[in-house]
């Protein structure tokens, strides 16, 4: 276990500062010469605390075995709580930077200092020190992450970062490299006092549970932790030796072991650096409703800690939360946003007792922001050597997209509990990567939201390339972490599970994870079920996924691992590809340029469906008084609805062998156009009312302009024809479900909805009510019984006779067909006039979908699959 380190500001640094009277002289930054003491003189070229040199010796149980190291400037100063009455200090503080270089490096520098600049100008201020709640580095831009983050830490140690807690993200390329290179490339130390070696309580080595830094003769304490999701957040190959625990539970245990070091020992003010964070930023009451963890900290954290800065949901915010069993107490709890769009600011002073109060707690923008300093200088400078080593091999062009292609957002902001064109693109790159390898072909793909990392739109520009045109730095962009490329063989019932795992646990910074998913999966969930029973359906292309059946699954590394919380990937065997997930979706641009969205929804929520949720009623009615062979009848689908169903709405007919459909209602010139347009079979209509022409069984069908389900009551008669061999019974089936459209989760009607309706054939004349008389010819091929089913059959709508008789009942058939013509602009007369409001359009698009079905096949889907309920 780590031990305390004191970390002192060099004096005489040149930088912006101030000596004032009484007042030790406090550095802005470390110096910027060659040689220059970045350390106090008695630390001078102190390694990070990881070192030897730093006091962190294995095998140390507890804080404060070995003594804090000190310094002449230190001697003297004010013990625990006992800061002079009316000293001043500011606080400065970043959070999730994530190694945005070109977008924020010198503005983050240019805030930093002018503030520096700012209070060392007022009377009575001791000085300012800067810290970071971690995620310095990883899931960085191209710039940073071509260079293992190495620009970023020399940036960060430029403008003096004196303490950083961990991140989920600086575990990205496991322990190892966090505690060596990267901590030997930080000139301040990482803290994480809730990372022990597995199995103990003991912080890992390498790393420390906090530190102390001097600003000005004011010594304070950084306890550094970050959140317990961590185990999910990154590969767990990388971390399989640690264990993260309780956060507020490290931040006690540390805080009672500083009170009990020696008295000259304590600090003067105590600060948290927590790398976990709200998801509301409302009110304080919503934030910590929205987070047990933050919740927990804030609620919890000892009496002795002073501020708390947050991070890792990378959303801004500033409260005053009250002290824990101090009610007369309130203490600052903030988060810097993230990518350096704003710096966190405190200033505070001591009273009378020793305690802290906030004079000032606000969020910097750092948008546009320039200020003329040394370390400004020196930051722009590390910045553009390392852009122009990155763009030697970033500027290559990979390909092209045809519009903007992108991440979820809401509100503005990322949104990875909803679906994106960029997720599920990324999941079908990852699929057919597999065909570049020696393994065998993957059933389908999926990718996790947090992977995504930034968007592909046509206006940004990465070096001189065309607009639309994509650079491989900015495919390195979408997928920042080099993970392994594979495929996981596993059960299609832990398929299903990891759809289920969407639904995180309650500890989760986010309550569900959107996932990516090929072109070959169809998802239908009810977010409002219970946990453990949101999957309805899963299909593997249009067939129901079997629980029992192996399925080869196309992923990355992280996932594999059961990365994210979806424990279900670990069940499953992982073959390594020796690909990584951006060489594989670099090669999916090199080989599909130019690349387009894909904007069919690939998973759907039933709960959003307005007929399971009652806001839409829909009823299937045969013919009250049957149907004779050879004669045509009217279906009649009616809907109800509390308000509109915005469209497109796709509607589909099922009959027997030998039986015919057509369409009435509103709209039949515009309805026969468009089929007579779109399929070259279709006969066309013998008037501007003639009934939308029959298309041929197994025809494929097309989709007409959008379409909408009106508020209130409506109906569209669905016309069908028996054939002269009817007989007993004919059942006729009709579906609905919402069409291809944008719909992004608020689908109206995601799943295909059936209803059926029931006519019985009647064989001899005596039908009853809608058969319009008839006095006892069954319509067979007698010349007499023709005649009689010709003229029962003469008010039918538009429907032809049966031809399939003999030649006699063919030369009915044709005088029925000419009544049929006449028949067709009065309407039905078989169970009385039908009203012709219909759906808004909706009969056009059920006339273009209507097919002929041989054999009671199903009719043709018009989406790319049709999920059942």
């Keep these: 276990m780590s031990t305390l380190v004191t970390k002192?500001?060099?004096?005489?640094?040149?930088?912006?500062?101030?000596?004032?009277?009484?007042?030790?002289?406090?550095?802005?930054?470390?110096?910027?010469?060659?040689?220059?003491?970045?350390?106090?003189?008695?630390?001078?070229?102190?390694?990070?605390?990881?070192?030897?040199?730093?006091?962190?010796?294995?095998?140390?149980?507890?804080?404060?075995?070995?003594?804090?190291?000190k310094s002449d400037s230190t001697e003297g100063k004010a013990s625990a709580h006992a800061a002079v009455e009316g000293t001043k200090v500011q606080l400065l503080n970043i959070t999730d930077f994530h190694g945005r270089l070109d977008e924020a490096g010198t503005q983050v520098a240019s805030v930093v200092e002018e503030e520096r600049a700012n209070y060392a100008k007022q009377a009575g201020t001791a000085g300012t020190g800067f810290l970071?709640?971690?995620?310095?580095?990883?899931?960085?831009?191209?710039?940073?992450?071509?260079?293992?983050?190495?620009?970023?830490?020399?940036?960060?140690?430029?403008?003096?970062?004196?303490?950083?807690?961990?991140?989920?993200?600086?575990?990205?390329?496991?322990?190892?490299?966090?505690?060596?290179?990267?901590?030997?490339?930080?000139?301040?130390?990482?803290?994480?006092?809730?990372?022990?070696?597995?199995?103990?309580?003991?912080v890992v080595d390498g790393l420390d549970d906090y530190t102390t830094i001097d600003v000005g003769g004011v010594k304070i304490a950084v306890i550094g932790v970050v959140t317990k999701d961590t185990k999910s957040l990154v590969s767990p190959t990388g971390i399989a030796d640690l264990e993260f625990g309780d956060p507020t539970d490290a931040v006690n245990r540390v805080a009672g072991e500083i009170e009990d070091l020696p008295v000259d020992q304590q600090p003067d003010m105590t600060v948290v650096e927590a790398h976990l964070g709200a998801s509301n930023t409302d009110s304080l009451g919503e934030a910590e409703a929205s987070n047990a963890e933050f919740k927990k900290l804030v609620t919890q954290a000892d009496a002795s800690v002073d501020v708390l800065f947050t991070g890792h949901t990378h959303l801004p915010y500033s409260f005053e939360a009250p002290v824990p069993g101090e009610s007369d107490r309130t203490r600052p709890v903030l988060e810097?946003?993230?990518?350096?769009?704003?710096?966190?600011?405190?200033?505070?002073?001591?009273?009378?007792?020793?305690?802290?109060?906030?004079?000032?707690?606000?969020?910097?923008?750092?948008?546009?922001?320039?200020?003329?300093?040394?370390?400004?200088?020196?930051?722009?400078?590390?910045?553009?050597?390392?852009?122009?080593?990155?763009?030697?091999?970033?500027?290559?062009?990979?390909?092209?997209?045809?519009?903007?292609?992108?991440?979820?957002?809401?509100?503005?902001?990322?949104?990875?509990g909803a679906e994106s064109t960029l997720g599920n693109l990324v999941a079908d790159a990852l699929r057919d990567g597999v065909d570049d390898t020696q393994l065998e072909k993957a059933d389908f793909g999926i990718t996790n939201p947090g992977g995504l990392r930034t968007d592909l739109k046509c206006d940004d520009q990465y070096n001189e390339e065309d607009k639309c045109e994509v650079t491989v730095a900015e495919l390195s962009g979408?997928?920042?972490?080099?993970?392994?490329?594979?495929?996981?063989?596993?059960?299609?019932?832990?398929?299903?599970?990891?759809?289920?795992?969407?639904?995180?646990?309650?500890?989760?910074?986010?309550?569900?994870?959107?996932?990516?998913?090929?072109?070959?999966?169809?998802?239908?969930?009810?977010?409002?079920?219970?946990?453990?029973?949101?999957?309805?359906?899963?299909?593997?292309?249009?067939?129901?996924?079997?629980?029992?059946?192996?399925?080869?699954?196309?992923?990355?590394?992280?996932?594999?691992?059961?990365?994210?919380?979806?424990?279900?990937?670990?069940?499953?065997?992982?073959?390594l590809s020796g690909l990584t997930d951006f060489e594989t979706w670099e090669n999916y641009f090199k080989k599909n340029t130019p690349v387009a969205p894909d904007k069919s929804e690939r998973q759907v929520d039933a709960a959003l469906d307005v007929i399971d949720g009652k806001k839409l009623k829909v009823d299937f009615k045969a013919p009250s008084g049957?149907?004779?062979?050879?004669?045509?009848?009217?279906?009649?689908?009616?809907?109800?609805?509390?308000?509109?169903?915005?469209?497109?709405?796709?509607?589909?007919?099922?009959?027997?062998?030998?039986?015919?459909?057509?369409?009435?209602g509103s709209g039949q010139a515009a309805s026969s156009k468009a089929a007579k347009s779109e399929s070259a079979k279709s006969e066309s209509a013998k008037s501007a009312d003639a009934v939308i022409p029959e298309v041929e069984a197994n025809a494929v069908a097309t989709t007409l302009p959008p379409v909408s389900i009106p508020a209130g009551k409506s109906e569209t008669r669905i016309t069908i024809t028996a054939p002269n061999n009817a007989h007993d019974k004919v059942t006729v089936t009709t579906s609905l479900q919402a069409g291809d459209a944008e719909w992004w989760d608020n689908n109206p009607l995601p799943v295909s909805h059936k209803y059926e309706a029931t006519a019985t054939v009647n064989?001899?004349?005596?039908?009853?009510?809608?058969?319009?008389?008839?006095?006892?010819?069954?319509?067979?091929?007698?010349?007499?019984?023709?005649?009689?089913?010709s003229g029962s059959n003469g008010s039918a709508d538009g429907g032809d006779a049966s031809t399939s008789g003999s030649t006699s009942a063919d030369a009915d058939g044709s005088g029925a067909?000419?009544?049929?013509?006449?028949?067709?602009?009065?309407?039905?007369?078989?169970?009385?006039?039908?009203?012709?409001?219909?759906?808004?359009?909706?009969?056009?698009?059920?006339?273009?979908?209507?097919?002929?079905?041989?054999?009671?096949?199903?009719?043709?889907?018009?989406?790319?699959?049709?999920?059942?309920?």
């Design 8 to 69: 002192m500001l060099a004096t005489g640094a040149a930088v912006s500062m101030l000596t004032l009277p009484g007042i030790a002289p406090v550095a802005a930054a470390p110096s910027l010469g060659g040689d220059s003491v970045k350390e106090a003189p008695s630390e001078a070229g102190t390694p990070a605390p990881s070192s030897t040199d730093s006091g962190s010796a294995a095998g140390k149980d507890a804080v404060g075995e070995s003594e804090p190291k």
């Design 132 to 202: 970071s709640a971690g995620d310095n580095i990883g899931a960085s831009t191209y710039v940073s992450s071509s260079q293992q983050d190495t620009p970023t830490l020399d940036v960060l140690n430029a403008i003096g970062v004196e303490a950083s807690a961990v991140g989920n993200h600086e575990f990205d390329q496991g322990i190892d490299d966090l505690t060596g290179r990267v901590s030997d490339e930080a000139d301040f130390p990482y803290l994480a006092a809730n990372v022990y070696d597995k199995g103990t309580t003991n």
């Design 336 to 416: 810097a946003g993230s990518y350096g769009s704003v710096v966190g600011q405190v200033q505070l002073e001591s009273d009378a007792d020793g305690n802290w109060t906030t004079e000032k707690s606000e969020l910097l923008s750092t948008k546009d922001k320039q200020f003329d300093s040394p370390v400004v200088n020196e930051v722009a400078k590390i910045i553009a050597e390392a852009d122009e080593k990155a763009r030697e091999v970033g500027s290559e062009v990979a390909g092209s997209i045809t519009e903007d292609i992108t991440r979820a957002e809401k509100d503005g902001k990322e949104d990875r």
């Design 478 to 575: 979408v997928l920042p972490f080099a993970n392994d490329h594979g495929v996981v063989t596993m059960k299609g019932a832990d398929v299903i599970g990891l759809f289920e795992e969407q639904w995180q646990p309650e500890t989760a910074s986010r309550p569900f994870l959107h996932l990516g998913i090929s072109d070959d999966l169809d998802v239908v969930y009810d977010e409002d079920a219970k946990k453990g029973e949101h999957v309805e359906s899963v299909k593997v292309h249009g067939k129901d996924i079997d629980p029992k059946k192996e399925y080869r699954v196309a992923t990355l590394s992280f996932l594999a691992a059961g990365g994210d919380d979806f424990s279900s990937f670990a069940k499953g065997k992982f073959e």
């Design 626 to 664: 049957g149907i004779k062979p050879g004669e045509t009848k009217d279906f009649v689908l009616s809907t109800d609805a509390k308000e509109k169903v915005d469209g497109p709405v796709d509607v589909s007919v099922d009959v027997p062998e030998g039986y015919t459909v057509n369409v009435a």
């Design 763 to 789: 064989d001899d004349a005596n039908a009853s009510g809608g058969d319009d008389g008839g006095s006892g010819s069954n319509g067979g091929s007698d010349s007499s019984g023709s005649a009689d089913g």
């Design 817 to 869: 067909d000419a009544d049929g013509s006449g028949s067709d602009a009065n309407g039905s007369k078989d169970g009385g006039d039908l009203p012709r409001t219909g759906f808004e359009a909706l009969n056009i698009v059920a006339a273009a979908l209507a097919l002929i079905v041989a054999g009671g096949a199903a009719v043709a889907a018009v989406r790319r699959k049709k999920l059942d309920a």
